[in-house]
């Protein structure tokens, strides 16, 4: 028998991020493809336009107001209103790339004693250019054990290596 996919609440902390959350926002709803999903911002205090960006996607995230805590308590309040079977976390000035939660949601259904992974990263310009190295391995860790896989061992679901 075939088990449901796990849903996912991803957790976007923002504060004073206007221009940038509409890439962050669009990176991720993209990705959903369960019926569950959720995507969560949580407005730190924000005194932008950010109220206004995030009216546009009435309907399609939640919107919960935190106050002036730093990332970390946004952070924490997204958890505590999350309703996925696991939660995941997106800065506000970063995008996904594509199929980056299908294969991060395939491995923690396949593997139970895994208790978080995240991917590769890189980091670009505006432009599309890169500024010199900047890329991390992808890290898997079980109950008791943690470990590093060479470039790609999630399916490279973040980004690809930079050389």
């Keep these: 028998m075939c088990k449901p996919p796990l849903s996912v609440s991803v957790v976007i902390p923002t504060h004073n ?8 926002i669009k990176s991720a709803l993209v990705q959903f493809e369960h019926h569950d999903d959720e995507l969560i911002v949580v407005d730190d205090g924000s005194t932008d336009d950010t109220a206004v960006v995030l009216q546009k996607y009435a309907g399609r995230i939640r919107i919960v107001q935190g106050g002036e805590g730093g990332a970390g308590k ?39 004693d895994i208790l978080f992974a995240f ?18 391995q992808a890290v898997v860790s079980g109950p ?20």
Excluded: H
């Design 17 to 24: 991020r206007a221009p940038l959350l509409p890439r962050a």
């Design 74 to 112: 946004a952070r924490n309040l997204g958890i505590s209103v999350a309703q996925g079977d696991l939660v995941a976390f997106l800065d506000s000035d970063d995008e996904w790339m594509p199929g980056k939660l299908a294969a991060q949601r395939a491995l923690m259904q396949r593997r139970k």
């Design 119 to 136: 991917g590769n990263m890189a980091c670009t310009f505006v432009d599309g250019s890169i500024p010199g190295r900047c890329a991390r």
């Design 144 to 163: 008791s054990q943690g470990y590093t896989k060479e470039s790609g061992a999630l399916g490279s679901p973040s980004a690809p290596p930079v050389s």
